[in-house]
């Protein structure tokens, strides 16, 4: 089954340059493409994506304004992958309260590309290590925006282990391959990391267990 991809970006040869390469992975599918923040809402209005690369400054609407309509939306959100350089850590903390599960510079590689797209799809988060430097520079500085508590105990060397693999993009089902455990096991130890954490979802925890030395 194809992964669906919708693209937004207003800057043209970006948008047309990405597309032409995804449109050379067999497993993926461009459904549409935007040039800006509006036309994406409206044209997930009427076609679903799986995955939306979404730049975060647009006119109009921006990619940030974009994610808080999602949160809202009666429609089916899709997993958000922010393309960026990020110079503002403002921004990039902004993005992860909004919900966005990646980040992805725009000079990455189509493997890098690729890669973090399937990540995403099946439900894993996606950092890039440049930009999650950024980000938790601007944790240091700013308003967190999300519970952050003591951990009430640490986690174990086998949650250790399963967070390295959230942290890589895996998903749980990835994760009981690589570790010989059941799936269910690994929503488990999922479960147990975020709420040792004290964070709701898994790009909060790479980056909570980043700032605690985790990772």
Known sequence: MSVRILLADDQALV?????QLLELTPDFQVVGEASDGEEALALLAGQPADVML???RMPGKTGLDVLRALRVS?????A???LTTFDDDAVALEGIRLGAR??????ITLEQLTSGIRAVAAGGTLINPAVTERVLRGLQRLDQ???????PDPLTPRETEVLRLIA???SNREIAEALGMAEGTAKNHA?????KLGVRDRTRAVLRALELGYL
């Open 145 to 151: 925006g999300f519970e952050a508590t003591d951990l």
């Open 191 to 195: 479960s147990s990391i975020l709420s």
């Open 54 to 56: 979404l730049d975060v």
């Open 102 to 107: 990646g980040f992805l510079l725009k000079d």
């Open 15 to 19: 948008r047309q340059g990405i597309r």
């Open 74 to 78: 009666k429609h089916a959100a899709p």
């Open 168 to 170: 890589a993009g895996s």
């Open 80 to 82: 958000v992958i922010l």
